[in-house]
């Protein structure tokens, strides 16, 4: 056996040195040098890649360019131009867009265009408008907020105006139409009216979020509401009713737990420190306790019970809603009150927020000082009426337009909720 094995070494050494199992040598006629090489991204043309990038979502793009570091290095090489492309797709262009209202960035782009031009450490002044993937992004988050808010805002009035209206609750029961359907049809025509007015109260409390005392405050919200878009007389009618709808609804919202005697100062905190997003988060905490006892009712209901859900456009509704929105809602047509109009000692989304805000917004009041003993309100916090009302009220007598009406959306044979102001309900 070994004299086997011997043989078989040598016969390897042997194949080895043989010329033709040495691997051939390349041709210099044929050889490419290293610098010649390049990847297809190198190779890929500029406006090509940034056609590709544009039809990504944002988070898409970041994890695209951390894939490697060439891709990082050109894609944030021409960050300006993929930005201003991107915003540009996603820009209405009229009749047969196929855009969603969630997608379509052109009104809230209009309201925060870009940075404007500015000096660079070298002095010299930049040609264009600062187009980023950080302005994009802030543009996205905020128009999201717009739109999240205005649906959950739409959404309790409707079901509020349903469930308390006496002729309305009466109409409704003994409707002969789909209650899916005025449902659905009054929150779409509801939202619709909402959006605009919550993007200019976003643009409004943006605007005047760098000033600190109430004086200086009252001064820039001056400045701010006499220029355009408030400049226009419906502008500044539709934003203050929907300002003073949506904060007496909140402070509504907030009752039992935060009475209404102290729920000014948090309110002011809300709209002082996170504009509205933080309203967004109450109303989504609301709804979300709606939904449960929607959801119960529906497993006890007989299995013979008819369903409307194949209603053309309450389809269509819903699939508008899931694309606007990026999340679906359930629309509860059932008499089902409001969880905060009997609360309970159970635990509940609604609850929770007000326990998680407690929190931080007494940790912010703490680390302001200078607090009044008595209402534990700081003098570096504007008062509720020191935050758009005083001023608007001020630029509504003064362009003589306090003689107005309040405004109906219609829901259920003319009638719907209503939103108004002090000013025009002081004339009924």
């Given at each position: 056996?070994?004299?086997?094995?011997?043989?078989?070494?040598?016969?390897?050494k042997q194949?080895?040195?043989?010329?033709?199992a040495?691997?051939?040598k390349k041709?210099?006629?044929?050889?490419?040098?290293?610098s010649?090489?390049?990847?297809?991204?190198?190779?890929?043309?500029?406006?090509?890649?940034?056609?590709?990038?544009?039809?990504?979502?944002?988070g898409?793009?970041?994890?695209?360019?951390?894939?490697?570091?060439?891709v990082h290095?050109?894609?944030?090489?021409?960050?300006?131009?993929?930005a201003?492309?991107?915003l540009q797709c996603?820009?209405?262009?009229?009749?047969?867009?196929?855009?969603?209202i969630?997608?379509?960035?052109?009104?809230?782009?209009d309201?925060?265009?870009?940075p404007?031009?500015?000096y660079?450490?070298?002095?010299?002044?930049e040609e264009?408008p600062?187009?980023?993937?950080?302005?994009?992004?802030?543009?996205?988050?905020c128009?999201?907020?717009?739109?999240?808010l205005?649906?959950?805002?739409?959404?309790y009035?409707?079901?509020?105006?349903?469930?308390?209206?006496?002729?309305?609750?009466?109409?409704w029961?003994?409707?002969?139409?789909?209650?899916?359907?005025?449902y659905?049809?009054?929150?779409?025509?509801?939202?619709?009216?909402?959006?605009?007015?919550?993007?200019?109260?976003?643009y409004?409390?943006?605007s005047?979020?760098?000033?600190t005392?109430?004086?200086?405050?009252?001064?820039a919200?001056?400045?701010?509401?006499?220029?355009?878009?408030?400049?226009d007389?419906?502008?500044?009618?539709?934003?203050?009713?929907t300002?003073?709808?949506?904060?007496?609804?909140?402070?509504?919202?907030?009752a039992?737990?935060?009475?209404?005697t102290s729920?000014?100062?948090?309110?002011?905190?809300?709209l002082?420190?996170s504009?509205?997003?933080r309203?967004?988060?109450?109303?989504?905490a609301?709804?979300?306790?709606n939904?449960?006892?929607?959801?119960?009712?529906?497993?006890?209901?007989p299995?013979?019970?008819?369903?409307?859900?194949?209603n053309?456009?309450?389809?269509?509704?819903?699939?508008?809603?899931?694309?606007?929105?990026?999340h679906?809602?359930?629309?509860?047509t059932?008499?089902?009150?409001?969880?905060?109009?009997?609360?309970?000692s159970?635990?509940?989304?609604?609850?929770d927020?007000?326990?998680h805000?407690?929190r931080?917004?007494?940790?912010f009041?703490?680390?302001?000082?200078?607090?009044?003993?008595?209402?534990?309100?700081?003098?570096?916090?504007?008062?509720l009426?020191?935050?758009?009302?005083?001023?608007?009220?001020?630029e509504?007598?003064?362009?003589?337009?306090?003689?107005?009406?309040?405004?109906?959306e219609?829901?259920?044979?003319?009638?719907?909720?209503r939103?108004g102001?002090?000013?025009c309900?002081s004339?009924?």
């Amino acid at each position: 056996m070994s004299h086997l094995l011997d043989h078989l070494r040598q016969a390897v050494k042997q194949a080895r040195r043989h010329p033709s199992a040495q691997r051939p040598k390349k041709s210099p006629i044929f050889s490419k040098s290293a610098s010649n090489t390049r990847t297809i991204w190198e190779k890929l043309p500029m406006n090509v890649l940034i056609k590709i990038l544009v039809q990504c979502e944002l988070g898409e793009i970041h994890s695209f360019s951390a894939t490697c570091r060439l891709v990082h290095q050109r894609v944030y090489h021409i960050e300006p131009a993929i930005a201003k492309a991107y915003l540009q797709c996603r820009r209405h262009k009229g009749q047969g867009s196929e855009l969603a209202i969630g997608d379509d960035l052109t009104f809230i782009s209009d309201l925060f265009p870009p940075p404007p031009p500015h000096y660079t450490e070298s002095g010299a002044l930049e040609e264009s408008p600062d187009y980023s993937f950080g302005y994009l992004t802030d543009l996205t988050r905020c128009w999201r907020t717009c739109i999240r808010l205005s649906y959950y805002f739409a959404e309790y009035l409707v079901q509020h105006y349903l469930e308390t209206d006496t002729t309305a609750r009466e109409l409704w029961a003994s409707s002969k139409t789909e209650k899916e359907f005025i449902y659905s049809k009054g929150v779409g025509a509801l939202q619709a009216r909402l959006l605009p007015s919550i993007a200019y109260l976003v643009y409004f409390l943006e605007s005047f979020a760098d000033t600190t005392t109430p004086t200086h405050s009252l001064d820039a919200q001056e400045r701010i509401l006499q220029e355009p878009p408030f400049t226009d007389p419906e502008v500044l009618l539709s934003t203050h009713h929907t300002m003073h709808t949506l904060i007496h609804t909140v402070r509504h919202l907030m009752a039992p737990d935060i009475p209404l005697t102290s729920s000014q100062t948090w309110v002011s905190l809300l709209l002082t420190t996170s504009t509205l997003e933080r309203i967004v988060d109450l109303f989504a905490a609301v709804a979300a306790d709606n939904q449960q006892p929607a959801e119960k009712n529906k497993k006890h209901e007989p299995a013979t019970k008819p369903h409307h859900h194949d209603n053309h456009e309450h389809a269509h509704h819903q699939t508008q809603t899931t694309s606007s929105h990026g999340h679906n809602h359930t629309h509860s047509t059932s008499t089902t009150s409001h969880s905060h109009s009997h609360p309970s000692s159970h635990w509940s989304h609604r609850m929770d927020f007000l326990w998680h805000m407690r929190r931080d917004y007494g940790d912010f009041l703490a680390s302001l000082g200078d607090q009044d003993p008595e209402t534990g309100h700081s003098g570096l916090v504007p008062r509720l009426r020191e935050i758009w009302f005083d001023v608007a009220e001020r630029e509504i007598r003064a362009r003589g337009l306090a003689a107005h009406s309040a405004e109906v959306e219609p829901v259920l044979h003319g009638g719907g909720p209503r939103l108004g102001c002090e000013v025009c309900c002081s004339l009924v």
